[in-house]
Nanobody
Framework: VQVVESGGGLVQPGQSLKLSCAAS????????MAWYRQTPGKKRELVAE???????KYADFVKGRFAISRDNDKGTLYLQMNSLKPEDTAVYYC??????????????WGQGTQVTVSS
């Protein structure tokens, strides 16, 4: 499986942005998908995740502002980001998991897309 993010850019505080992630390969095998973000010198952190059935989970710092969605047939993942704040500035990564024979899934990452929120 390969995943490619798009949609990042420079926006002003309070504006919106929508990220997309396109998976290719064995997309029918993908279980959970998620968005993570990372800033220089900090650990990569979970922003939001969604199961194949559509069950979502959000980090507290984005609840009520961001919305994650997916299209299983197309292998796409989205992140609608509203009311953006300067502290949302980061590289955003798409993650896709495929169950394995062990308890640890195969995890695939994109190259990341930069989101900058600044006036």
């Amino acid at each position: 499986v390969q995943v490619v993010e798009s949609g990042g850019g420079l926006v002003q505080p309070g504006q919106s942005l929508k990220l997309s992630c396109a998976a290719s390969g064995s997309i029918a095998s993908i279980s959970d998908m998620a968005w993570y973000r990372q800033t220089p010198g900090k650990k990569r952190e979970l922003v939001a995740e969604i199961s194949r059935r559509g069950i979502t989970k959000y980090a507290d710092f984005v609840k009520g502002r961001f919305a994650i969605s997916r299209d299983n047939d197309k292998g796409t993942l989205y992140l609608q980001m509203n009311s953006l704040k300067p502290e949302d500035t980061a590289v955003y990564y798409c993650n896709a998991d495929i169950p394995s024979a062990s308890s640890i899934p195969w995890s695939y990452w994109g190259q990341g897309t930069q989101v900058t929120v600044s006036s």
